[in-house]
């Protein structure tokens, strides 16, 4: 069992940049790929962001490319979203997810264990 906690959303403008950060309880967290998804209001679930194993590989959903940064730290058991020039369609729930493999993937039900999520709101 990995239990995730998701921290560092909030409400800021348009433009402006926060900082996700996803801790795990595992200390065999490197061996985990791990995910970022949001949920819009009335939206589905989707994948924004994705790293592997090692942090070598990494996955850009076209809308946050360039802007988004996903990356992990594993002494710290954290993998980081950072966020820049953030819109306001970049309104939703944010959840890092884990899946047992060393592989990212596309799907939210390939992911294994899901974090509570953290808003973020941008305000135009």
């Known amino acids: 069992q990995v239990q995730l906690e998701e921290s560092g959303g909030g409400l800021v403008q348009a433009g402006g940049s926060l900082r996700l950060s996803c801790a795990a309880s595992t200390r065999t967290f490197n061996l985990y790929a791990v995910g970022w998804f949001r949920q819009a209001p009335g939206k589905e679930r989707e994948i924004l962001a994705a790293?592997?194993?090692?942090?070598?590989?990494?996955y850009y959903v076209d809308s946050v490319k360039g802007r988004f940064t996903v990356s992990r730290v594993g002494a710290k058991n954290t993998v980081y979203l950072q966020m820049t020039s953030l819109k306001p369609t970049d309104t939703g729930v944010y959840y890092c997810?884990?899946?047992?493999?060393?592989?990212?993937?596309?799907?939210?039900?390939?992911?294994?264990?899901w974090g509570q999520g953290t808003q973020v709101t941008v305000s135009s």
């Open positions: 790293i592997d194993w090692s942090g070598g590989s990494t």
């Open positions: 997810a884990v899946r047992s493999g060393t592989m990212w993937a596309l799907r939210s039900d390939n992911y294994d264990y």
